[in-house]
């Protein structure tokens, strides 16, 4: 029996540390650039939405983060208000970067969507539909992101007094999902790793009572 036991219970031991063993979360940075300032209003380029364009930023590990900020801006009055029909599509690139073995890598991605509704000095409605390909995945050395658009809270009305503070703006957000890449390897499954190591043991304690059969006969 301890010749059996001894292979089993040091792969256990291996098998019971690789599982516990767990990754540091991975950091990385981002920054999103709107394709253009803001979308205008349909027929009046005088109105329309205004995108932010958020400085870089750090996370570490899943997070959620903010694409860009929308305000707003119209001299309509609310019984006729500025309309985004045809207007309103609009772009984000977001460009991620992490640091592996004292690189920096770095990768972007495009995503699209449409603003709608109306929108006057007084008053604001505006909706928004995400493009289909609102969830996108970059994989940077070891690490494999999948990001997703999945917040949108419209803007306020602009401020009926210049002077006052801005108002509230609204946004757009995502979250990011990060992961270790899966890459192919030629080292073998635990599964059969343990598989080998019974047979091994089993083939050892078949030829160590073969041997034993033989010194008695002998």
Do not use: C
């Not at 690789?18 to 205008?40: E, H, L, R």
């Not at 499954?189 to 050892?204: C, K």
Request: no cysteine; net charge positive; charged share 10%.
């Amino acid at each position: 029996m301890k010749r059996l036991f001894s292979p089993i219970a040091a792969l256990a031991l291996l098998l019971a540390a690789s599982a516990g063993a767990k990754a540091d979360p991975i950091q990385w940075t981002y920054n999103w650039t709107p394709g253009s300032p803001a979308v205008t209003a349909d027929g009046n380029p005088g109105a329309g939405v205004t995108f932010t364009n958020e400085p870089s930023n750090g996370a570490t590990g899943n997070s959620d983060i903010v694409a860009t900020n929308l305000r707003v801006f119209s001299a309509a009055p609310a019984s006729v208000p500025d309309v985004l029909n045809s207007q309103g599509a609009y772009s984000l690139v977001l460009t991620l970067s992490t640091v592996e073995n004292s690189q920096t890598l770095s990768g972007s991605l495009t995503f699209a969507g449409k603003l709608g509704g109306s929108f006057s000095k007084e008053s604001a409605n505006v909706s928004n539909v995400f493009g289909p390909n609102a969830t996108q995945t970059l994989t940077l050395g070891s690490s494999t992101f999948t990001v997703s658009l999945a917040s949108f809270t419209g803007p306020a009305p602009p401020r009926l007094d210049p002077l006052a503070p801005p108002v509230n703006a609204g946004s757009i957000g995502a979250h990011v999902n990060v992961s270790a890449a899966v890459t192919p390897t030629n080292v073998p499954e635990p599964s059969t790793m343990l598989l080998s190591a019974l047979g091994l043991s089993f083939l050892g304690g078949a030829a160590w009572r073969k041997r034993k059969l033989v010194r008695k006969s002998a």
